[in-house]
């Protein structure tokens, strides 16, 4: 594959975050198909050169408006910990707020100029939350709760990857599935489309592996400057895409430079520093209350002390498989089968919740588990303790769990 690391650092990294775990895991093959009728008519190229047309590529400015999309099909007790149903402003964090991305849709206006200047407003509803990323200082602002959050991007980006979420574009993702391809994937080209009023050609990427919940990753480029206009990513399925991130209106015209400038309002409640989330060292959470709650109660499952931050078990993780089957088995040690966690009179009411939002219970030569399911990724959670979880189907990961025994 002609793109390398070096070129691949040239695009811009721009502030459109989007929170999809596991895409990155396709690997690919090359195809030489070409693009069909269907939208604008533009020259034909091959995978090859389109993708070298990505790595190329090294627009540093740009400012419009973007949509995120991500439907997981999660259970509700599952999206609301995740940032989804339930999950209703009050924090200034970043971190809270990215999050949020993991499930519903959700607008964005955008701004940026170069790696270290970066403007992401959310517009959703009647209030707004506003990102900037300005040289060396990081804020937020959530309307709200007239809240405001101030930290350093050296330190946020060190400790809490704050920096890296601010990368995480149509751009950044594009490049990070083309850089891990490998041979279980064909690469082709798809029909030209119109993204944001641009003509783009579509480089499509599809497993060659049976038992993916993945039909395809569809990645739209701007024809004219290789920049990734849209990221979808297709169930195996069918259906609308499980997570869809593209622009709806953009300007490769360097933004005003005050467009990354920030003072707090009058009367807004400033927070220096940043806190670790649910994932992180303390195990709080920056929301706090209810979800602190849900979180520590989700420490009592078997293998989600591991998930969930927290510092039971040995937390024992091998890989399973390889491309787009790759099945994680996490061996948590707890100790405590499912059953004993339903019976447990000690067990949080939450955690209770938690167990009966999974899907039926399943047999295997493991033994007896519960399988929490969604759109795109499947966790097994066995009877002994042990968590399989993967990109892949209901049947593909029992399979792997009876193969690992």
Known sequence: MAANTKTSRKAARYAVPVA????????AAMVPAFATAGGPDLPKVTAQQLIEKVAASDVQQLSGSAKVTTDLGLPTLAAGLLGGAGVTGGSANPEDKIAQL????????????GPDRQKLTFLDGKDEYTLVHNGNDVWGYDSKSNEAFHDKADRAGQDHKTGDRLAASPQQLAQDIIKQAGPTTDIGVGETAQIAGRDAYQLVLKPKQSGSTVGSVQIAVDAKNGVPLRVQLLSSKGGKPIVEAGFTQVDFGKPAADSFSFTPPKGAKLTEGSHPGPAGKDGKGAQGGKDDERF?????????GQLAGGEHGKGDVKMLGEGWSTVARIDSGAGKSLKDV????NTPKEAKQFLNSLGDKVHGKFGEGRILSTRLVNALITDDGKVYVGAVTKDQLVKTADSAK
Do not use: I, Q, W, Y
């Open 342 to 345: 339903e019976n447990d009179k």
């Open 102 to 113: 993991a499930n519903g849709t959700h607008t964005l206006r955008v701004a940026a100029d």
């Open 296 to 304: 520590k109660a989700l420490e009592s499952l078997p293998g989600f």
């Open 20 to 27: 999809v775990a596991g895409v990155a895991a396709a690997t």
